[in-house]
């Protein structure tokens, strides 16, 4: 059984990723509008400055199959800290290191208690609503396209 603690960490960890593949798949121009609305952004220094390099995606058949090599993803990282300790990592899609560089810095704000709901509230919670209706629109589209096949019955020759 685990305990309190273990469960408040496990829930942590699950928000931040959750909260990480979001910054991480969001327009960059967008993001970089919704930083902007959070007024002045703390210092910072980097611990790995924006890096550019290729990551091996890999898949399973049906899900559960073996794996098997997809292919290769251009992807850029990056960890900088503020001036409090506080660590914020990114890893995104690309060859925007300025997109990167704002992950991490959302990803920071987002760890601290002081920060953290205004941050949830002017970037992931716009980020959150513009996903789900993009969803949404896909979902529409892909729903009036839809078509019902039926078998009809025909009454018995006698």
């Known amino acids: 059984m685990a305990s309190d603690h273990e469960a408040m ?11 990480l593949g979001l910054l991480a798949r969001a327009e960059p121009g967008r ?3 919704l ?8 210092a910072h ?3 790995r400055a924006p890096e550019t390099g290729s990551m091996m995606l890999r898949g ?16 850029t990282r990056c960890t900088l800290a503020l001036e409090d300790g506080t ?4 890893m995104v899609p690309g060859r925007d290191k300025a997109h990167a560089e704002r992950v991490a810095l959302a990803d920071a704000l987002l760890q601290r208690d002081e920060t ?3 941050a949830e509230a002017r970037v992931l919670a716009p980020l959150a ?14 729903a009036a396209t839809k078509v019902d096949f039926f078998t009809m019955v025909r009454g018995e020759n006698e």
């Open 116 to 118: 953290r709901a205004g």
């Open 87 to 90: 660590v914020g990592h990114a």
């Open 129 to 142: 609503a513009a996903e789900t209706a993009a969803a949404e629109g896909v979902a529409a589209k892909a």
């Open 60 to 75: 399973r058949t049906g899900g559960t199959g073996g794996p098997f090599n997809l292919g290769e993803m251009t992807v």
């Open 31 to 33: 993001l970089a509008a």
């Open 35 to 42: 930083m902007d609305d959070l007024g002045a952004l703390p």
């Open 9 to 19: 960490t496990a829930d942590r960890e699950a928000a931040r990723g959750a909260w």
């Open 45 to 47: 220094r980097w611990l």
